[in-house]
């Protein structure tokens, strides 16, 4: 397991930003609004990996975009490994879940974009039919470790805890 790194300037939320047993480094404080505790090296929680069911609902987060300002994305699970792309068609600028997290075809085999009816392979993100063309969705780096799917830092302006889950506090004197 990664230890958690000590920094002067990140405040620490120690239910949302680390996964339930994880070790604390000696010397944090008793208290989430007085410690600080770096993110993970391998990025935010976004889920618990129980929350990605096969081919089930994708999980919406959001990451800061090249100009700054933040970006939707989701993930999901598809043959067993977790797929992480913008939420974005290729066709058009527009989101693709018809409703919140809700991706894939009547069928569960595609991605589909609720706009003009798309349709992207899930484990390529590559277009297979629709205005979308040669078009692809853009991957997202996602990890999953110890039963949690982490991603990117949120975007600026946004919390850490933004669509994270509310995982147990870990400093049970901290409560």
Partial sequence: MAPIRRSSSA???PWPCCPPCRPWTSGCATTPETCKVSVHSWGRPLCRSADLP???AAHRFELPGADGRPQAAFVLRVEGELRAY????AHQPTEL???P???WDAEGRELICSLHGAAYEPRSGRCLGGPCGRGRLQPVAVHEQDG?????APAAGGSADDNAPSAP???PHAR
């Fill in 86 to 89: 913008l939420n974005r068609c």
């Fill in 97 to 99: 879940d018809w409703n």
């Fill in 11 to 13: 405040p620490c939320r």
């Fill in 169 to 171: 506090n870990p400093l």
């Fill in 101 to 103: 997290g809700q991706f």
């Fill in 54 to 56: 096969e081919r089930g």
């Fill in 148 to 152: 949690w799917v982490y991603g990117p």
